[in-house]
């Protein structure tokens, strides 16, 4: 298959439902749509394919699980060679669910989540900090989710 698939006007309506509900059949899809269930099947799997859709998740209210801190750690590196390293490092961190390489005063941010402040604290002091490659870290608490959507195509 070719390296860049070229989505239509189709597949941007699959994806926008999907991302609203990835537990929708293929069935209500196709008549959501107006094509056949077989349509929606072949284009899926060719997206796929192609490496536009790579998963789909299963989203979870952690405060209900008593896992009630979400915080961000910005992550100064020492060099930014060190990025690979660091990366690998931070991988092996379970409450790590999101990980960013970015540009800006951080090398890096990091979405953690941990059960309360005495965890949040074991993670950042025990477990990021003492890495190889990090000058320091600055943790910012959420307060708060105000927005979690998908970013709908057009």
């Not at 009630?68 to 992550?75: P, Y």
Request: proline residues 2%.
């Amino acid at each position: 298959m070719d390296d860049f698939y070229r989505i239509d006007n189709t597949d941007k309506a699959i994806l926008n439902i999907l991302m609203k509900d990835a537990r929708k059949p293929y069935s209500e899809i196709a008549k959501l749509v107006h094509v056949s269930p077989g349509t929606v099947h072949v284009r899926m799997h060719k997206m796929e394919e192609a490496g536009i859709v790579k998963d789909s998740k299963l989203f979870i209210d952690y405060a209900k699980l008593g896992i009630d801190i979400t915080s961000f750690i910005g992550i100064h590196l020492e060099k930014s060679a060190l990025f690979k390293n660091v990366k690998n490092d931070l991988e092996k961190v379970e409450e790590i669910t999101n990980l960013f390489y970015t540009t800006g005063i951080y090398g890096l941010l990091a979405l953690i989540r941990c059960r309360d402040t005495a965890h949040l604290r074991e993670i950042v002091q025990d477990k990021i900090q003492s890495i190889k490659g990090i000058q320091r870290t600055e943790t910012m608490i959420s307060l708060e989710e105000s927005i979690s959507r998908p970013y709908l195509l057009r």
